[in-house]
Structure formats: C-alpha cells, structure tokens
C-alpha cells in the first residue's frame, strides 16, 4: 500500500449537516476505506476511526496533546473547530502538571463520592418524572433535565438557573455555528452563567459551604491555594462534562426502548440487566462522539505522516463500532460482555465524571421504566440535534404514557 492509500484525504466533516444524517454511516465508510485520513474541513485535520488507532493515540500524550496551541485557532483545545472559552482544568493539560489537578477532582468523582450523592440524584429524579407523570404526556427531554440540576445542585450554583446551563451548553456544541441558539448561548447566556460561577467562587472563598466550589477553592497545587481561574476551570468543565453528555446517553437508549418494547420489558422484569444495558448503551450511542488532540511533534502514525500542529480527531463512537474488537457492533446486546467501550475516553483524561454519569443514567432509565412502563414515542415529531459531530442527542422526544401519581410532597 502507498501512503497516500493508506492515509488519503478524505470526504468528512463531522460538524456538516450530511455528517449529521448519518454519524454511523460516515464512521463506517471511514473504517471500511483507510481507517485514517486527512480532511480539508475546519483548516484540515486527521481523523482517527478505527479502535486500534483511537486507543494508541488517546494513550500517547507526549505526541498527542490536549494542551492548548495556538494551532487550529484559538479556544477549548479537544473540539474541532475550537469554541471560545476559558482554559478547562485538567482536561486541556498534559501530564505533569494536569496529575495535580486531576487529584483533586478524583476526590470528588470516584466511586465513594459517587454513592453519597445516590440520594440527591434519585430525589431529582423523581421530582422531574412527578412534575409530568399525571399528564400522560410531556417531552421526554425535561426529564433529562437531572443532570443538569444534580451537577448544578452539587457544584452549589443556584438551582434555579438549571435550565438556563443546560440550554447553553447544549447550543454550543449541537447547534451550528452562527445559529440563533448558538448566538444566544455564545453572546448572552454563556456570559452570563460564566459571571455567576465567578460570583459563585468569590462568595466560596469568602464564606465556604458543603458544596463541591467551597472543596475547590481550599485545595492547593504546587504549595499554595488554587487561584480563582484554576477553579473556575475545574468548575466550568464539571458543568460541560456533567450537563450534556448524560442527558444525550439517557434520551437516545430511552428512544431506542421505545422501539424495541421486547428489551424494555426485559429491563422491567429484570432490573439487575441494567449495569450491563448501560455499558452498551454507552457503547452504541457514544454521547461524546469525537474529540480532539494537537500534534506535538512529526510522526509516522500507521502510515499517516503527521507533522507538528496538525489538528486530530478521535473518534470513540467509530472506535466502539470497530469490528475488529466488538461482535455485531451494529446491534444492542444489553448483556454484552466484556464490553471495552471508549465512551469514557482512553488514557490519562478518562472520563473523571464516569461513575457519576452512570449513577444518573441507570436511576434515570429505571424510574422512567418503572412509572412509565409503557411510555411510547411519537417518532414523526423527534428532533435531533442539527449538530451531532460532538455531542449526540435529541431537541424534543415527545411522548404519551398512562398517567400516574407524584410521589413526592410539593413536587
Ligand atoms: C454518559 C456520560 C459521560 C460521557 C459519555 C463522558 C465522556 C467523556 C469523555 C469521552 C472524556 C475524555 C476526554 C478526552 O479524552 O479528551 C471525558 C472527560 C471528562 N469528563 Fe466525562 N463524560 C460523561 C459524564 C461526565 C460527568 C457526569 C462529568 C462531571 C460531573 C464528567 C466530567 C468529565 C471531566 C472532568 C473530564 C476530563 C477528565 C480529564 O481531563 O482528566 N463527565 N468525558
């Protein structure tokens, strides 16, 4: 093979409209072609489809960086192209310096963590399902609300603004660029919200709470107290992380139940499936598709000669279809196992938020499988995201059910 076959250039855009038809078709063509190439979209970029490739290079950090260049424009350094905003704390740091950091968010997001919030997460979620439940009907999207309001309610941001961060990041990356949703979240609501996590971290410092910004802002790195732009990168990247990716997970396999009534009832019947289901829902709706690194100096990479600054696409959705490691990629087995799925990421930046993102996916599917077993779903009317080379998901899901009680008081 010559290199240009090996690495061609090749026809893909993981943010156009005709990427957004058919993410698993476009991946597929890629694996099935020369596993990697270069695409003049965006300034030009690799992309990375196969699992073989994904892995090594989310593992290699030294010629794969997630630091911030000042290559492929200015902005959050793992998306393509790159979005204004402020530097994001570890997850655009290479090792040494991003271990420091991480320390301290591994504090708060490994599983011990995790299981104290088990409360907090299943009250939310029962208060989004009473607030529709006797209807009958509702957008099954405001049920995917909860993540939004756990990670604002555990951050110790004001709960009432929920809505207002879970809109805005949503926009950013799903809706296209010079939209009127992205021009909102862009030029008014982001701001707006990035005010009130400054405001929020000042009040922390001078008056600590039982609150995840009051941890942050007494840590040190280095000897000395974290300074407010280092918890504020922390912070900012916690509500990213926290407020889209689980509510794109949760809405797709709950569209996906919709259809096949068979596994949705085996999940009713048999609750302790879900552990599994969800790991292969991750793998098979990969809610973070693709992110991105800088190349740090010139490799060959399996043929692909790359040269310092090239921009790299990693591709976890395309990895967790690659058939050379998953049988029958294409189908949801919900007892799928071993199932090493890279929805989470690969290397040192693995997901930090993953076990809190499985806790609020499986509470979230089950109320919903139990207090409305027999939802269904209109599928002429769903909305998808117009943008879906981030972050998959779902504008609208509306759906019917027998109604039901609230449980709660005052919900
Ligand atoms: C289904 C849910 C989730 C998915 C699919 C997901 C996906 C990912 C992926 C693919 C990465 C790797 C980034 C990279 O390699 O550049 C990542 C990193 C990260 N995620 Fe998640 N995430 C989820 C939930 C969460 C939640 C709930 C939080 C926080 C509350 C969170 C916080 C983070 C953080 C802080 C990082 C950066 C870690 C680092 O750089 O060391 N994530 N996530």
Known sequence: MTEQQRCPVVHF????????????????????????????????????????????AARDDDAFSSARTNHGGEGLSVVIPKTPMKLHIPIELDPPDFRKYRKI???ITAPAAVEKMRGMVERHTTAFIDSVIEAGECDLTSVIGVPSIVTIDWLGLPIEEWQRYSHAHH????????????????????PYLFDQQWETIRARRAAPRDDIISYL???EVDGRPMTDDEVFGIVDLLVSGGVGTTASLVSQALVWLAEHTDVRQRLIDDPSLMDRAVEEFLRFFSPTQALARTVMKDVD?????????????????SANRDESLFDNPDEIDIERWPNRHTAFGVGVHRCAGSH????????????????????????????????????????????????????????
């Open 171 to 190: 926009a950013v990356l799903a809706e296209p660029q010079g939209s009127p949703a992205y021009e909102q979240a862009t030029k008014v609501d982001l």
């Open 105 to 107: 968010v591994n504090r």
């Open 301 to 317: 990479f399996h043929g692909c000669p790359m040269k310092a600054g090239d921009r790299v696409l990693l591709a976890w959705s």
């Open 13 to 56: 855009d993981h943010n156009s409209v005709e990427h957004a038809e058919d993410p698993v078709g476009a991946y597929r063509s890629l694996r099935a072609g020369a596993k990697r190439g270069w695409t003049d979209a965006s300034g030009g970029y690799w992309v990375l489809s196969d699992y073989e490739s994904v892995f090594e």
């Open 356 to 411: 809190l993102g499985r806790l609020m996916s499986r509470t979230l599917i089950s109320q919903v499988l139990q207090r409305m077993p027999d939802y269904t779903v209109d599928f002429a009317a769903l909305k998808r995201y117009p943008r879906q080379g981030v972050n998959m998901g779902f504008v609208s899901i509306p759906a019917r059910f027998t109604p039901g009680k609230r449980l709660l008081r005052g919900s």
């Open 217 to 219: 802002v007494q840590q």
